[in-house]
């Protein structure tokens, strides 16, 4: 059984087969679908041949369900779902934004799994304590 993605806004299921599919857009208003791996620290992504995912752009993505923004509020770089892990336990997963940028976060209470090269990155927003992480 692969993860599954919710949307943390409408709780709608984002993965289908082997991939996770999310709205995405530039802040030209340049718009497309990407789809993701739902494995975690796995960076392989799939978009319309038209829409290049550009190194160092930040990108705004939406739940393709209810049109919600991704994107955490204060750390606009960081994009969060909600997750069912193989092990059947619910787990908020945040991971980068910006093109190019390789960072996954696992959270479960205290505990923050870290997988991809670009991790320091984002490390100190994951260095605060659990009450206050709902707002990321």
Known sequence: ???????????GHL???????????TDSKHKGLILLNPEIGNYIKTTHPSFV????VQYILYCPICGAVLNTKD????IKLKMI???????DVYFSGVGGEKCTYKVSGK???KKGPD?????????VPEEDRKYL
């Open 85 to 91: 892990g193989n092990d059947g336990k619910e787990y």
């Open 53 to 56: 995912i550009e190194k160092g």
């Open 15 to 25: 993965t289908i087969n082997d991939a996770l599919i999310l709205s995405i857009k």
């Open 75 to 78: 750390h606009h770089q960081l």
């Open 119 to 127: 991790v320091k990155i984002y490390d100190k927003y994951f260095e």
């Open 111 to 113: 505990k923050v799994e």
């Open 1 to 11: 059984m692969a993860n599954n993605f919710l949307c943390p806004a409408c709780n």
